[in-house]
């Protein structure tokens, strides 16, 4: 991009309960960044209550852009493009960031991008290192588990995913069954490192050469054997309990990713996605791979792990390139399907 002037993308993300904006230059350098979370406000409901994601979404939605915008030292005139999260996601909260985005699109006429939530969770690694392919995504987070491999930019697809519950969704329902706080994926994985995997629990590795994913059997299995140990008097610890749930969590999801890996015979892998943070997961993967040596493994930084809007613009960038342009009739798509760049 030596001989071309650079390109300033500005990614908004407002799927589930962050609050997010951010400018990337080229989708690769973070120009600007802001994050407003609203985990304080869910946490005493123990999940994401939608009506009220959506309500701190309206609050926060521009004094964020102002932030971004205050941050970056730029001024609307100096952007390329915008990018928002159209889907998927909650229908309320999706549609605070299309609208902010469709608005400041047409007030300003700047060429306005969709991009799909878990595009953004992969191109988060374009952060940090350059995507060489063929690559393959360990997609981890509260509302997806899957394994994407990418040909190209902007290709997608999925070899294998959940049949139930997402990998962070397991994480969440054991944890509020321990009565750990929302969201209990940080408080299990903590915990497991002052524990030891003695609970036997067991792992869904399904139909011999799937890449698919299920979860809802453990998650079960773990609360039996506190329903079990209630019981009969007896007392678990937690800090046992949760290193054998992280254990076979991570057990199945590297052993698949490895698989993968070798039968794709891809260049790099990338972790994605707010579990991605989950240090079990990220000393695991590393560890797994000094098997492949030739094989690139990039794990982001915790703060790109979990929602942000760079994820959105790296990714917007790419979408952007690829000549993928929105419309005023743009809208939140809950369910929208994570397809290839054409
Ligand atoms: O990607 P994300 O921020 O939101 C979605 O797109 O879903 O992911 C949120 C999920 C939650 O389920 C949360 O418990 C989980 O990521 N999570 C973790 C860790 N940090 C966040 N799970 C396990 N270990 C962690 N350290
Ligand atoms: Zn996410």
Redesign the pocket.
């Known amino acids: 991009m030596s001989e071309q002037t650079d390109r300033f993308i500005l990614g908004i993300e407002t ?4 609050t997010a904006a951010s400018i990337v230059k080229n989708g690769k350098e973070i120009v600007a960044n802001v994050v407003a979370s609203q985990i304080e406000s869910h946490k005493r409901f123990g999940g994401v209550v939608p009506e009220i994601a959506s309500r701190h979404h309206v609050e926060q939605v521009t004094i964020v852009l102002e932030e971004v915008m205050a941050q970056a030292n730029m001024s609307f005139k100096d952007l390329d493009a915008i990018a928002v999260t159209e889907g998927p ?1 909650l229908v309320g909260a999706l549609l605070i960031g299309v609208n902010a985005a469709k608005a400041l699109s047409f007030a300003h006429q700047i060429p306005l991008v969709g991009v799909h ?2 595009a953004g ?1 992969i191109y988060a690694n374009q952060l940090v290192d350059e995507l060489q392919f063929p690559c393959l995504a360990l997609v ?5 588990t899957e394994l994407v491999l990418m040909k190209e930019h902007g290709s997608f697809e999925v070899i294998g995913e959940t049949l139930d519950d ?4 397991a ?2 329902k054991v ?1 509020r069954t321990m009565g750990l706080p ?5 408080h ?3 915990l497991a490192h002052e524990g030891e995997p003695t609970i036997k629990l067991p792992r869904a590795w399904l139909e011999e050469g799937s890449y698919h994913f299920s979860f809802s059997g453990l998650k079960s299995a773990v609360i039996n054997t506190l329903h079990n140990a209630s019981q009969k008097r007896e007392t678990i610890a937690p800090e046992n309990l949760a290193a054998s749930f ?1 254990e076979s969590v991570i057990e199945v999801l590297v052993g698949k990713t490895l698989k993968a890996a070798e039968a794709y015979g891809v260049k790099q892998v990338v972790l994605a ?9 990220r000393e695991a993967l590393t560890s797994a791979f000094t098997k492949l040596p030739e094989v690139n493994v990039t794990i982001p930084p ?1 703060s790109l ?3 942000n809007a760079a994820m959105i613009a790296a990714a917007g960038t790419i979408a952007f390139e690829k000549g993928i342009r929105g419309d005023m009739a743009m809208n939140g798509q809950p369910g929208l399907p994570l397809v290839s760049y054409e």
């Open positions: 799927s589930c309960d962050e996601g939530h878990i969770h981890v987070s509260g509302g997806h997402a990998a962070g969704e994480y969440d944890a929302y969201p209990g994926g940080p299990i994985d903590r992280q996605g707010g579990v991605a943070a989950n240090k079990g997961l915790l792990c979990t929602d």
